[in-house]
């Protein structure tokens, strides 16, 4: 056995590498087989790599809170964001109906308004600062219309960034910004959690993305996804709001054991009202009057959710019920229930809870088709300010509805419900809040797109991520990955093949039969007599060299490598003796006037001296310009 050469080794050396690289291919598809649960601990997310498609999975953005509590219809834990560049802070609210970010101008703080009203409103936006700012025009709000607010704002683009400045928060360019001045409809701004896009018509067929639409395309997002839940001054150590945008904090909420671990809500036909849920049922455990459960809704209806507002918007039979109940006072100069300090403080030590049913359908399927949010008394112990009231007043958040299209659950509601909303599976769903010692723990779970690929359906919402699974077949984009390596694997090792095998052995076939075809040997005489017997009919007068002559490779004509191609056969001329002179041709032996190309023709004398040599492609041309095409058309210099 003879040893490898070069070409073999290298041959070799490029099979290992590339069945190398399909083994390791088919490994890494393996692993991406087996999911596991993409969870990320409050110290701070991390993205993660999902192999099957070859793309990086982005983590849950865990919206930073301010630490404030704030707000003129109640303390509410808020949001730091920032708008504009230079930036500038901004306290808002998470709206679950506005597509848009809302801040507040100056203007929403009068001359009548209390001395701290810019700070007391998250602070004020000053657009004329912003070097990113794009103004659009005046426009409704668009939110709330079924509640007859008629609120406008300024409208235009500007950068808006999650968190305070330096936290390096996500930030999208060219969002929707709304100045505002209004003081009884928000206090404080707003972040908007609506992805749908918004139509201005001042761009024509133009639909404007949303804040978190455009964090998804972006990437910054897992999925058009998000959970709130509000937060509880009156809970543990005072329990701040949790925004997750992209999936959802499983120590805030519980799954009560008689209800569905899957239940969700599909979203309502009418997007402006797509939170609905049906309510079943609204008890008290106890009234001003009686310690026993009193039921204060006697029929279902329908109420959507709706965080941008503190209110629970209720038909007016319920609002009489809880009248009864409680003993409450409507105020109808500023259209709430306010509660002078006997009422508050008879509220305070009686300490009902009132309980919500909840259920996709009314009536509900089965028992466990429904979920029970209850809300203690502190949930609906709020204050009033300026506006409503010269100084703080307590009230209880309970407005009047006139039709069943104002039934809604506002932000009270929300301080002991968690709603997670699958803007791509086009349902949510909402659970009682957990107060315990991990409530503050965050175990945040991502909600991947349906784009992703995953073999579970996680429980909690109803919705597929990335949960363990039993399952190890390959997905469909690990087989792909198998496929296209696989292929370009057999295009290299063809192509290794003909390089280093196939190529080689054919030239040397080529040069051995090369050699074979060699002409044979001539000695010519000092006369050139070999040579006639060589070229019989060819007229001989020089000597030639005497070493063998071979054809050159892959020369297709019949003619030797001594002969040059044309109708006259041309020979190298004398080496050895006095160069000869040839004949013109024209004029005789005197006349030097032209020059010709040597002749096959005998020649006689001297050749002039003042032959010149044929240049190639690029030789001198009559009139000594250059022969080089590039060259033509150019300027000099």
Not at 84 to 110: D, F, H, M
Not at 206 to 226: D, G, K, T
Not at 259 to 273: C, E, G, K, N, V
Request: aromatic letters at 10%.
């Amino acid at each position: 056995m003879r040893a490898f050469g070069h070409r073999t080794a290298v041959f070799l050396w490029t099979l290992l590498s590339v069945v190398t690289g399909l083994v390791l291919t088919g490994e890494e598809a393996v692993q991406s087989a087996h999911p596991a649960q993409k969870r990320w601990s409050k110290e701070g997310p991390h993205a993660l790599k999902r192999r099957q498609a070859n793309d990086t999975i982005a983590a849950p953005i865990v919206a930073s809170v301010s630490q404030y509590w704030e707000g003129n219809d109640g303390p509410w834990s808020s949001f730091a964001i920032q708008i504009g560049n230079k930036p500038q802070n901004i306290r808002v609210l998470p709206s679950t109906a506005s597509t848009s970010t809302w801040a507040v101008y100056a203007e929403g703080c009068p001359s009548d308004a209390p001395s701290d009203c810019p700070d007391s409103r998250g602070g004020t936006f000053n657009p004329n600062n912003s070097l990113t700012r794009v103004p659009n025009s005046i426009f409704q709000l668009g939110v709330e219309e079924n509640l007859d607010f008629q609120v406008f704002g300024d409208f235009g683009f500007d950068t808006v960034t999650l968190g305070w400045q330096g936290s390096g928060g996500p930030s999208v360019d060219h969002s929707i910004v709304a100045g505002i001045a209004d003081t009884t409809f928000t206090w404080l701004g707003v972040l908007g959690l609506n992805p749908r896009p918004t139509n201005f018509s001042t761009f024509p067929n133009n639909p404007q993305v949303s804040f978190i639409q455009a964090l998804r395309n972006q990437n910054s997002i897992p999925s058009l996804s998000w959970a709130y839940t509000a937060g509880a001054q009156y809970r543990l150590n005072k329990v701040y709001g949790s925004l997750i945008l992209g999936g959802y904090d499983t120590a805030r909420f519980t799954k009560p054991s008689d209800t569905s671990t899957d239940l969700t809500f599909p979203f309502y036909t009418d997007i402006a009202r797509d939170l609905l849920v049906g309510i079943t049922s609204i008890t008290t455990d106890k009234t001003t009057s009686s310690s026993s459960e009193t039921k204060l809704l006697d029929s279902s209806i329908f109420a959507m959710l709706d965080s941008t507002i503190p209110y629970f918007y209720l038909p007016e039979a319920v609002c009489a019920a809880f009248e009864s109940a409680f003993g409450l006072t409507y105020n109808t100069t500023s259209d709430l229930y306010t509660l002078n300090s006997t009422q508050h403080a008879t509220l305070t030590k009686l300490n009902p809870s009132i309980t919500f049913t909840l259920s996709p359908e009314v009536p509900a399927k089965s028992s466990d088709q429904a979920v029970q949010i209850t809300l203690p008394y502190s949930a609906f112990d709020l204050n009033v300010s300026w506006p409503y009231a010269e100084e703080s007043t307590a009230y209880f958040p309970l407005k009047r509805a006139t039709n069943d299209t104002q039934y809604t659950l506002g932000r009270a509601f929300f301080q002991e419900a968690y709603v997670i909303a699958d803007y791509e599976r086009q349902n949510f769903s909402v659970w009682p809040c957990k107060w315990d010692s991990n409530t503050n723990n965050a175990n945040v779970v991502a909600i991947l797109s349906t784009d992703a690929s995953t073999n579970n359906t996680d429980s909690t919402s109803g919705t597929n991520t990335s949960s363990g699974s039993s399952k190890k077949g390959l997905s469909t984009g690990a087989t792909a990955g198998i496929g296209i390596g696989a292929a370009l694997g057999v295009v290299a090792l063809a192509a290794s093949l003909w390089f280093f095998l196939l190529k080689p052995r054919r030239a040397q076939k080529q040069r051995a039969a090369e050699l074979e075809a060699r002409e044979p040997h001539v000695e010519l005489g000092p006369h050139g007599s070999g040579l006639s017997s060589y070229y019989p009919n060819k007229d001989v007068n020089a000597e030639l060299d005497s070493r063998p002559r071979h054809e050159m490779p892959d020369h297709d004509t019949k003619f030797g490598i001594l002969e040059a191609p044309g109708e006259r056969p041309k020979y190298e001329m004398d080496g050895t003796g006095t160069p000869t002179e040839l004949d013109g041709g024209v004029g005789g032996k005197g006349n030097r006037g032209v020059v010709h190309e040597m002749d096959a023709q005998p020649a006689g004398g001297k050749l002039a001296s003042w032959l010149k040599m044929e240049r190639g492609p690029d030789r001198e041309r009559d009139g000594g310009g250059s022969y080089f095409p590039e060259q033509a058309g150019r300027g000099g210099g």
